[in-house]
């Protein structure tokens, strides 16, 4: 243990890039396609009667996101890493044989071979190689729409034991880059990992769970994301416009958050920092109880704090968040201090 937190094994059993792609479940395809492709400006790769495939404008990826038609709760079905080599996913069987963690291989349209498991908190996870490759349209100016979204960076999953699932990615060479830790209770309550050379790919953060809060893409430039709050202005997405923009305190980037029509959280920001240097250590960040951690605006607002996505057929375990601050309680305690002088 380096301190309150878990060590990165730098020798892992086989090697994970990068988060790569989500899947969830949406009620109206095409509102949805609306949402991805004119607020978030995403490539559709594909479609059919039932399922739409994403990609940000950078991306030689076939998709970043699935998005499948269901009448009924909408759902994230998984997250999706990339390994490097299909030797990896081989090794990425025989590791989670060995440590007594259920993984199939699947058929997954469109990627290649597919290994499915689960990470202690529950979350169902995918590992994939290799997918089918396509055209990037980032100098395809004509094409884009919206923030122009260039590629997926992370996601954000909430977890009741952010130390012990931080521990599994760890022992996979995943690093941390900054954890937020309240003092007062001598308690980390997230961890923000990565593989690749910027601050996340995978972020928990301490909730009941598992549940799913967001997904991240990278924008080219701020203005990127004022055009998507006038895109989902204009076309009735103005009040799915949740918290932003806006900077984080401990972290390293502009955001936006915004919920799709079936209330799954996407975020847009900024390229994060570089880290890659073996000395470029985990980077506590101290919280307060009832304090404002941005660097500057409001709170997250409660629905932020809140509500998240259940991952299909995952029993989710109840916890105590230790009540972070909204801006609704924010506000009203601004309120109150300005009536009693
Ligand atoms: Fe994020």
Redesign the pocket.
Known sequence: MTGPIPKTNFNPPFNITRASHLIFTVRDLAKSREFYTEVMGLIVSDEDASTLWLRGVEERAHHSLTLKKTTGRPECERVGFRVFTEEDLAKAKAHFDKIGVKSEFVEVPHQDRTLHFNDPAGTPVELVATMKTVPRMHTRIDKHRGAGALRM????VLVPDVLANAKFYMDLGFRISDYIYVEAAQRVVGTFLHRKDNP?DI?FLTRSGPRFH?G?YVVEAFEDIVRACDVAGNLGFGDRIEHGPGRHGH?HSY?LYVRDPDGHRT?L?LPGIQIIDIDDEPVMCPVKPNANSNLWGLPAPKSWVEEATNFSGVEIKQTQDGTPMTAERYLAEKTKEAVAT
């Open positions: 960076d992370h996601y954000q996340w972020v967001h991240g972290q955001y975020e920001l």
